[in-house]
Nanobody
Framework: QVQLVESGGGLVQAGDSLRLSCAAS????????MGWFRQAPGEEREFVAA???????DYADSVKGRSTLSRDNAKKTMSLLMNSLKPEDTAVYYC???????????????????WGQGTQVTVSS
């Protein structure tokens, strides 16, 4: 079992920066890929960014160039720094963890077996 807890969401203005964090709790389960997804009202959940356990990162085009994703395997944490936030970044952001199930690629939500409860990010114009 893996528990994921997100933090760092909130209400910010366009152009601001925000750091989202995810902490994983697990006793003996290995975590491979970790990712961030988001879901805006009335929209489907979409990929934001992912990091493999070797540090390799992948970003959605919508956040590429203004976001930095990092991971601390020893602490089982992941951090997403988003700069130049836009109103269209408004969504609930979810942390996800892949524990070695079938591999579908880091950008596919079905790649991840565990999900956090989500943290709201609201960007005002």
């Amino acid at each position: 079992q893996v528990q994921l807890v997100e933090s760092g969401g909130g209400l910010v203005q366009a152009g601001d920066s925000l750091r989202l964090s995810c902490a994983a709790s697990t006793r003996s389960v290995s975590i491979y890929d970790m990712g961030w997804f988001r879901q805006a009202p009335g929209e489907e959940r979409e990929f934001v960014a992912a990091v493999k356990n070797d540090g390799t990162t992948d970003y959605a085009d919508s956040v590429k160039g203004r976001s930095t994703l990092s991971r601390d395997n020893a602490k089982k944490t992941m951090s997403l720094l988003m700069n130049s936030l836009k109103p269209e970044d408004t969504a609930v952001y979810y942390c996800a963890a892949d524990t070695g199930g079938l591999y579908y690629g880091t950008i596919q939500s079905r790649n991840y077996e565990y999900w956090g409860q989500g943290t709201q990010v609201t960007v005002s114009s």
